[in-house]
């Protein structure tokens, strides 16, 4: 195949130096032109409060806006900004970027102080590089919700249902992930009872740790009661409590493989 | 005493039983949900829980199966409705109805939950998403109950429910498995304390495992729950702690001990429960309830015409905003009219009266009254029959012809007796005052007696038919004396001559048992008891004894009636200590026995052939006044003491027949002597 490559023949000798000739004729921008084609745009990689979140997903009135900036040409990071419903707009100045590999990688922080109003909101970030070439990340229709609202904005479910108990508490071997979608950030209780109602398990989560910020969460579950007995074969019940009320409840299948 | 002893030979063999298993079971798997461990009858949880001890309605098939043995009539209890936030339907039903060979039940218990959404793991939000794939997953957990109960002693019952548990898996997932098990009842109704039940209730006796038919053959445990309880009538009419009229109030109790394989963090339960009934608002019962691990119950219940509706407000203290009102009904089946061929029961009340037997004799000024109404339930059937009814005709010949009718009857095939309590018992009366009894119709009290004699009555009063049985018992009560124990050997003979005032002891309130009694003083005492009137004049017939010795009416009356003999040398000695066979030979005399064919020559063994007083010892010992001396040696001539002289002249034919007349009739015999005889010098 190389041989082949280098076997060149007058006539395409005399068209390669005619091509030179005339990109010498069209100057440096064609050139430049030539060499962005290879270039990608930036590539952000967000996340609020830690989660990744979707259009449509709960996030907490300040919510911290996290997340990476990368390219493979240089990042104009002044082109680096924040924006909530396309008006208030968080500029460079205000973000904490901190370079991972400059000029081609940056970490990007912005932390809300000002609570962002109840409602929906669409949630933008955008950076470019020095070619000019703009990338943009968004979240649309995020709801904030109200402060004293304390709610589970989607169905709670678990997976794996059914699922085995895991005595040694390894997710490898069984257990079961129970997600929900908080409004705010909250105490959350996930209490686990048998279908006759006796109380078997209670999880704490604590506002703003895991299972108890805004968003959505997971939260392990083994199949063991609080002292450590293993749950047999059958549905039980979990409820999701905050503030001593019900707020969303589901159904697990425990199966012992 | 026996039935005591056997009593508690069986609780405590079901303890020790229970204590073992109890122990030997570990948790060396995974625990499954049993339907039985928490039951959500209204009337048991309005109680927090506490009816292991109560147990008196068909809820006792699933609490304490002991209970149904005290059904008199069929009972039918149920209830249904979603539980927990409506994820569960529950459901439990039971029937108890008496047979010819105990009580038999039945129960079920139902709990089933749907709709447990299988779920994937979605690959671009990576978030837990609904499975609409497959189908979501049911879950069926439910007991099927066979229960026996039984009375084995009169203030004891023994329960045994056999349970076959049945779990399911289906939809999105299919297993199935089962168990057989056993729960161990004891309801003790202390006879004498009426206001106390105990029970105990040893839930799932063989431990056990509920087996899947998985590849693996997974097992998942039940584990035993021993529920030990007490109910106490705190406030009753009669049977209570404190009386108080029209009103009922009894606090239960019942302690739980949770075995390690048992679905539940708890080691032990402690639940309390109240129920009040205003008697003058007829069928209303409020109750209230705590249980330490579950949480509060309230309740109320309405019964009418064999219909109990209960409800119960019940909070699970885990959580809030749970629907916390249950429901149940129950209804008494009452018995069926009576046909031909179908089981019928007849009843025979009778009063049995433990305490004081009849014709008992004491000193004390009241006595304890204890006893128990009760009725001889007959069951069997009635069935037609024949009866030979035979008459005789003339016949034409002169002679009488037999002529047999059979006549058609109805007979009572009787299949087995059995006592139970009086139905309808309202009250129980003695001597015509209520008295304090209780549900089993055991009563007790103490009653102050009257001097001489006690005509004890106990009457057993029912609704429809007022007094359905008495029981009388007789009760003497003397004046003791200081130096004569209740249970000196002559008791009973001292009791009676005291009574009837034929001897009345010494100034400083003694008897003086063991003192001889000397001639003077014997023919005294036996003139006093014939009484009578003394009249006319009698020379003196005895030297020593001058006609204004105080005794001499007495001894000369005696001489001419032949009681007694002087000594040839015309002397009385009246002041002689009579030896055993003097006595009884002047005893012999005054009962003036008949010589009968059999009468012994020797009548003891350390008497000679000959002996002068023989005759007079043999016609008493005949006459069963010599009862005390039986196989023993006679001593002719020891002292005659006075409780000897009493107690051969108890047993004289004419103090027997003052003692009949005194326990029949009640008149104490009295006798009186004139004190006109005259003694001429």
């Known amino acids: 195949m190389i041989n082949q490559s280098l076997n060149f023949k007058p006539i395409k000798i005399w068209g390669i130096i005619i091509a030179i000739c005339g990109l010498n004729l069209c100057g440096s921008i064609f050139l430049a032109d030539i060499c962005s084609a290879a270039q990608t745009k930036p590539t952000l990689s967000i996340t609020v409060n830690g989660k990744t979140i979707f259009s449509g997903d709960s996030i907490s009135s300040t919510p911290s806006i996290e997340g990476t900036v990368t390219a493979t040409a240089t990042i104009d990071t002044n082109s680096i900004k924040i924006s909530v419903d396309s008006t208030q707009e968080i500029t460079a100045e205000a973000i904490t970027i901190t370079p991972i590999l400059a000029p081609y990688s940056y970490s990007i922080h912005y932390q809300y102080i000002t609570a962002l109003a109840a409602g929906t909101h669409d949630l933008k970030v955008e950076a470019a590089n020095t070619l000019g070439q703009v990338s943009t990340w968004d979240a649309v229709s995020v709801s904030v919700a109200a402060s004293n609202t304390n709610a589970i904005q989607s169905r709670a479910l678990n997976y794996p249902n059914p699922f085995p108990p895991s005595p040694t508490n390894d997710p490898s071997v069984g257990g079961t992930y129970i997600g929900y979608e908080l409004s705010n950030d909250a105490n959350v209780k996930i209490m686990i009872f048998d279908i006759m109602s006796t109380k078997l398990r209670e999880i704490s989560c604590t506002a703003g740790g895991t299972g108890g910020s805004a968003g959505y969460s997971e939260v392990y579950f083994n199949g063991l009661t609080n002292a450590g007995k293993t749950l047999g074969n059958g549905i039980y019940i979990y409820l999701l409590v905050i503030d001593g009320q019900v707020k969303a409840k589901g159904k697990l299948t425990i199966v012992q493989s | ?681």
């Open chain 2, 1 to 681: 005493m026996k039935n005591k002893f056997e009593k508690n030979k069986i609780i405590l063999g079901i303890l020790i039983l229970a204590q073992m298993v109890f122990l030997c079971q570990a948790a060396f798997a995974a625990s499954t949900t049993d339907p039985t461990r928490t039951y959500f009858g209204a009337r048991p949880l309005a109680l927090g829980g506490a009816f292991t001890a109560v147990a008196n309605d068909a809820n006792a098939i699933f609490l304490n199966p002991a209970g149904i043995a005290w059904f008199r009539h069929p009972e039918f209890v149920g209830t249904s409705r979603p539980l927990f936030f409506e994820e569960t339907l529950y459901s439990a039903a039971g029937y108890a109805s008496p047979t010819n060979w105990g009580i038999f039940g039945i129960g079920i218990i139902d709990a089933h939950s749907a709709g447990s959404l299988p779920t994937f793991r979605d690959p671009v939000s990576g978030r837990i998403t609904i499975d609409t794939s497959t189908e979501a997953t049911d879950y069926d957990n439910n007991v099927l109950i066979l229960s026996y109960g039984k009375t084995v002693l009169e203030d004891l019952s023994l329960g045994l429910n056999l349970k076959f548990y049945n779990q399911s898996l289906s939809g999105g997932t299919e297993l199935h498995g089962t168990n057989l098990n056993a729960d161990l009842g004891l309801l003790y109704h202390p006879l004498y304390i009426a206001w106390l039940s105990l029970g105990l209730n040893y839930q799932n006796a063989l431990g056990g495992a509920i087996k899947w038919n998985n590849a693996a053959g997974t097992e998942d445990l039940l584990g035993s729950t021993i529920k030990i309880g007490s109910a106490f009538i705190v406030l009753g009419s009669k049977e209570a702690l404190f009386q108080m009229e029209k009103q009922k109030l009894m606090l239960a109790v019942d302690f739980d001990l949770i075995n390690a394989s048992v679905l539940s963090d708890q080691s032990s339960d402690l639940k309390i429960g109240l129920e009040y009934s205003p008697l003058s608002i007829s069928g209303l019962s409020l109750r209230a309830g705590y249980d330490c691990n579950a949480g509060v119950g309230l309740g109320v219940g309405f019964e009418k015409s064999g219909f109990r509706f209960d409800y119960a407000y019940y909070q699970n203290s885990a959580v809030s905003g749970n629907n916390p009102s249950y429901f149940s009904l129950a209804y008494t089946i009452p018995p069926p009219a009576r046909k031909l061929f179908e089981p019928q029961e007849t009843s025979t009340p009778y009063i049995r009266i433990d305490k004081p037997k009849d014709q008992t004799i004491t000193p004390e000024l009241s006595i304890q009254i204890k006893g128990i109404a009760k009725q001889i339930t007959q069951k069997g059937f009635w069935a037609p029959s024949t009866e030979a009814f035979i008459t005789y005709e003339a016949t034409n010949s002169g002679t009488l012809e037999k002529i047999i009718q059979m006549i058609p009857v109805e007979i009572f095939q009787t299949i087995s007796y059995e006592v139970r309590p009086i139905e309808n018992l309202i009250d129980v009366r003695l001597n015509g005052n209520s008295m304090p009894y209780n549900k089993l119709g055991i009563f007790e009290t103490m009653l102050k007696l009257n001097p001489a004699l006690n005509r004890i009555t106990i009457e057993a009063i029912t609704t429809a038919e007022g007094t359905v049985t008495k029981e009388s018992v007789r009760v003497l009560r003397y004046i003791p004396f200081s130096d004569t124990s209740e249970n000196h050997w002559a008791i009973r003979s001292i009791a009676f001559i005291s009574t009837f005032k034929i001897i009345t002891g010494y100034p400083d309130d003694t008897f003086k048992p063991d003192n001889p009694i000397t001639r003077a003083e014997l023919v005294t005492l036996l003139m006093k008891a014939k009484g009578g009137a003394f009249t006319g004049s009698l020379e003196v017939a005895f030297k020593d004894v001058k006609p204004n010795h105080w005794a001499a009416p007495y001894i000369y009356q005696a001489n001419l009636k032949g009681i007694v003999k002087g000594y040839p040398d015309n002397t009385f000695r009246p002041t002689q200590n009579l030896t055993r066979a003097e006595g009884v030979a002047i005893l012999a005399r005054f009962a003036e026995i008949e010589a009968g064919r059999d009468l012994d020559l020797v009548p003891f063994p350390d008497l000679p052939e000959g002996f002068w007083a023989n005759e007079f010892i043999s016609k008493a010992k005949s006459a069963g006044m010599l009862k005390y001396l039986a196989k023993k040696s006679f001593d002719p001539k020891v002292p005659f003491t006075r409780c000897e002289a009493a107690e051969v002249l108890f047993l004289t034919p004419f103090i027997q027949d003052k003692e009949n007349k005194l326990w029949e009739t009640g008149v104490v015999f009295a006798p009186t002597i004139s004190a006109s005889l005259e003694v001429k010098p």
